[in-house]
């Protein structure tokens, strides 16, 4: 049992599931930012700023309901971005069904990579800790008519570059995926993989939060 409260600054279903897979209790507070406003031209600095700015919006909604910080009980505030890099563009979250479509049709027989980011707050000290990862993804021929189904069904149009290798329609046409971390030489491959890809690497993860509460 964890020796300090944890909130999730995401309402992210991939992020929730991963969370709660690594042994944590938590709840989970939505940061409500216009992404849109945030623009960076690299994908590693973009995902900082973007996971960085999600925090600040959680504090200041903590502080208007009457948190303070250094009086409060330890608490630990993840939060996180992805985006898709794809041909060289950043891609986001779809802006419409015919966008995700072509996102999708552009993965078929080709790859993408996941930049993703995590960026954890210490509420008591103010510590705050954030790293990036990238996943590179490669796909076999995705057939047509599964491109339809994930389209009607709709989850695509949530998630990063219509990105969601973990989908039961998507899986079986992943070819192969391999993580590293920018600092190391370090390589995933495959299972130790799809945690990153789906949004929150764990060993990341859990090497911030050892470092933001260490000093504590």
Known sequence: MAS???ILGSSSASRKQILSEMGYQFTVMGADIDEKLIRKEKAEDLVMALAEAKADAI????????FEEGNSEPT???TADQVVLHGGEIREKPRDADEARQFIKG????????????MVT?????VRKGDWEKAEIYFH??????????????DVLYVAGGLMVEHPLTSPFVEA???SHPLSSFVQTMV??????MGLPKALTERLIKEAIQDQ
């Open 192 to 197: 130790g993989t799809i945690d990153s890809v």
């Open 76 to 78: 630990i505030l993840i």
């Open 59 to 66: 504090i200041a909604k903590l502080k208007e309901n009457g």
């Open 177 to 179: 995926m391999v993580s």
């Open 4 to 6: 300090f409260k944890i």
């Open 122 to 126: 210490n509420l008591k000290t103010g």
């Open 107 to 118: 993965y078929s027989k080709g790859h993408a990579s996941t930049v993703g980011s995590v």
């Open 141 to 154: 021929e995705i057939p047509e008519e599964v491109i339809d189904d994930l389209i009607k069904e709709g």
